[in-house]
């Protein structure tokens, strides 16, 4: 049985062999990568944008923006999400936190009723601002327990 392996270079008299282009071309699998979970955090206020992009526990990017109220175009957040989508060759959760008032069509990431938009490169979650996330009830009186309630936060290896 013979393959074929394609033409033969010749450089200053040494043979070279050529890989064929069928080889070359072909895309690089991401079957059994594990693929990472993004958050994108953005805090729209009068003042400024904040954005905190995290990958787990692990925070990749802090920025801070100018306002939406200086944007002059609208599709600039969308724009920059689906970059940094396209960067990091995955798909973004991202967490609009806004007051209620202001979600209907915030940063174009929302429609006319607050609802998140979804893209091929992003799922947006509004999140109320106002709104506080339940501490759950302590037991006191025993010593203090915050490394061990640290230690329940870390996900477990197996």
Known sequence: MTIETGPRLVLHGLRRKTRSRSRRAAPRS?????????????????????????????????????????????????????????????????????????????????????VGVHSLFFDVEVRDRGARRRRGQRIRGVGDFSDLRQLCLVPDGN
Request: net charge negative.
């Open 30 to 114: 991401t079957a059994g990568r594990m693929q990472m979970t993004y958050t994108v955090v953005l805090i729209p206020s009068a003042a400024r944008t904040r954005v905190l992009v995290t990958a787990g526990a692990d925070e990749l990017l802090r920025a801070l923006l100018p306002p939406p109220s200086q944007l002059q175009y609208e599709t600039a957040a969308i724009t920059f999400l689906e970059s940094l989508a396209l960067w990091l060759n995955s798909k973004l959760h991202v967490v609009l936190s806004v007051e209620a008032k202001e979600a209907g069509n915030c940063l174009g990431l929302t429609d006319e009723l607050g």
